[in-house]
């Protein structure tokens, strides 16, 4: 197997993934060696400042031309860890359009752009792999396209952004608010200077986009996904939690319908059990729960970001891509063969944990029990408490479709015995 | 892609498994076909008993001559799904002689004969896949072998063996006895008749030897796996490790040396603290807690045995074996390249708890700390409790090698004031 030529690799960004997948090419440049079956060499390294000291890094592979480092013709593998949607797209593309595979952890261009790139990956005979692109250093991505590829899969839900989970680990352990949980993230680095792609939900949506393309062999676009962030989460939610034996976690939910022609994707915050395997998940620690026919229920567990844990995918996926090139031949690529359908959240179909403000006196109950009656939506649960006049009315439904829930949540709203309407949160995992 | 010739695949065995793999090659053909690339066709199927009646499987397909079906010649897979050494390891070969490739769930014919296996798979040019024969639908040796492919693994420990796991379980959650336990494990099916490849151990070695093999590159016999069962693990250990904040799991633990010059396998009962992930694995579970260099903690769970969990992991295998045909090419055989002694038992490094029965005098304690220091094990705590000139002495050590453990226990054995050794566990996962 072992050929003199080694493999050339060409590194897109430099920054905290960028240089540890540089580290430990060279550090372990034998392992390498003998795994991919001939030597792998880092052949050249596009940079922004190229006047950054770059630790084992030799200044003559270091570039500030990109392009023209993926246009020399020599390049076995780019890989990307650039980030964003441009350069690197047209980077990768031409990547392909001069023989190169090319290695991503681009979790926002995969989402907006992967039916495209697959194809140009395909058209030129080339690999794409992006295992960095979806919780980090978890194998998920290969598990999910090759080991149950036997298998179908009807539900994956996910902890799949650390800097959320660690907020909400720090209030529900804490009993914080969100802005101070927040701030402490911020002050531990977990939580960068804009925290909005996590926090809205933006960051955890681009993967429930990717994870449902690849479970359900169906493209689903990151407009596809229902999105909800959790800045709106508040102690008293957590406290409401704690009193079903729930925890809440921002969850992303692939989902196939129970009549298996439609599937949806959303990312939202949600109560769980805590008996759930999700519930236990701590810090910005990243989880995976995937139901399939066959398997049962799976769950992948692991650190979801950090410089050497996506840099531990990436290499897995160069090795991986370097041993195609060898053998002349490419993985499986995008397979969406399925095309089902994605529904809109109207259709998702889960149970809710509604808090409304109501007045105290005698008839509100019956009269909110009717509006639920009137949209289908059924009670398992509501408890009542009550001072001053004022009074708190907590209803868990069962199973029931979300644009029913929202007729609902209108009618109350309407109803003049209802001050207020004070959360609404999805349980999951039951 | 898509081409008209099918793919044949040879079922040899229908039981649990078989039957399963081939329900689901039926019911589930087009999604297989679209996966690979073309149709995937069951060819034949080898069975003991021509007479039972299979549900699906055209009778025309049956035969009881395994041998003449792996001669076809025409046969593109064998799934191997027997069990046992001896037919399985003949078919096998005789399998790759004729051209097939090998899908098989065998764990203790790979842990005893994968080197001579391997070997060949690649004379022939043949893949030999094998995600089946550890924890069931799990993936976990695809993403030891190809997702940290580029990481360096220095420890795998796992709880590998969903019958024991019961059990411990049961054990610890009634406080009952281990006979009470097995016994509603038989009763439930989780135990087989005769469950002493289960309770000894053998099982989880068998798994242990292929994990290591695969986590360290390196050839890992059964016989280098040291193995002790659960048959005497007690209501008073589980009483004991709840003192100290932990429970007991049956563990497969494969590890690299501090100084990486070596590697050990083993399988025993160990105490392990409630905050630890695998702590919380309950009833026939399996989960794998992984730590590399680049990646950090990983853990894999889900259902370790049974014919649905083990038929996913079979058909995903099934799957990549397919494509690789179609694509002419084959995957990741053997990597033993870094061929790591194996070290003993008596190397291995870790903590223990220890309970001794000894004499309700002065000087006791004395005693045997003096044995303890003698022999270079450090004591981090001692407990002492005693009524009516009995006492007993749990003491609880700081990492040590298991060498220096044994010459302690051999030598406080002498001595007149201890009457006896109640119990010695060791102490992992933290």
């Known amino acids: 197997m072992m050929r003199t030529r080694p493999l050339k690799v060409a590194l897109l960004g430099c920054g905290v993934v960028g240089s540890e997948v540089a580290r430990i090419m060279t550090t372990h440049a034998d392992d390498l060696t003998a795994r991919v079956g001939a030597p792998v060499e880092l052949a050249g390294v596009a940079v922004r400042r190229p006047d950054r000291v770059r630790e084992g890094i030799a200044p003559e592979l270091v570039t500030t031309d990109a392009t023209a480092l993926v246009k020399r013709g020599d390049i076995d593998v780019v890989v990307e860890v650039i980030g964003g949607i441009e350069p690197a797209r047209g980077l990768i593309t031409t990547a392909f359009e001069h023989g190169a595979s090319v290695v991503s952890a681009n979790k926002a261009l995969l989402a907006q752009d992967g039916a495209a790139l697959h194809a140009a990956a395909e058209e030129h005979g080339r690999d794409l792999y992006y295992e960095a692109a979806v919780a980090g250093a978890i194998p998920l991505i290969r598990p999910l396209r090759e080991s149950l590829a036997g298998d179908k899969i009807n539900r994956v839900m996910g902890i799949v952004n650390g800097t959320t989970n660690f907020i909400l680990d720090k209030m529900d352990s804490s009993g914080a608010g969100y802005q101070e949980a927040l701030d402490e993230a911020t002050a531990l680095g977990y939580a960068e200077a804009d925290p909005t792609a996590d926090v809205e939900g933006f960051d955890a949506a681009a993967k429930a986009a990717i994870l449902a393309g690849i479970a359900f062999h169906t493209r689903v676009r990151l407009d596809d996904v229902y999105r909800e962030g959790m800045t709106e989460v508040t102690a008293a939610d957590f406290a409401s939690a704690k009193e079903m034996g729930c925890t809440i976690k921002l969850l992303a939910i692939c989902e196939r319908a129970e009549d298996g022609a439609s599937v949806t994707a959303r990312v939202h915050p949600a109560m769980i059990p805590l008996s759930h395997p999700l519930a236990s998940v701590r810090g910005a620690y990243n989880a995976v729960f995937v ?140």
């Open 291 to 430: 139901e399939s026919d066959a398997a049962g229920q799976l769950m992948f567990y692991g650190p979801g970001a950090g410089g050497s844990p996506t840099a531990s995918a990436v290499l897995g996926d160069l090795v991986a891509v370097c041993r195609n090139r060898l053998s002349g031949t490419t993985g499986p690529g995008e397979s969406a063969y399925a095309a089902l359908p994605v529904s809109p959240m109207g259709d998702v179909v889960t149970r809710y944990h509604i808090s409304l403000d109501v007045a105290d006196k005698p008839g509100v109950l019956a009269q909110v029990a009717t509006v639920f009656a009137e949209h289908g939506v059924s009670i398992d649960t509501v408890r009542q408490s009550g001072k001053d006049g004022e009074a708190s009315l907590v209803v868990v439904t069962h199973r029931a479709s979300d644009a029913a829930l929202t007729g609902t949540v209108e009618a109350l709203r309407k109803l003049d015995t209802v001050r207020g309407v004070a959360s609404i949160m999805r349980v999951e995992g039951e």
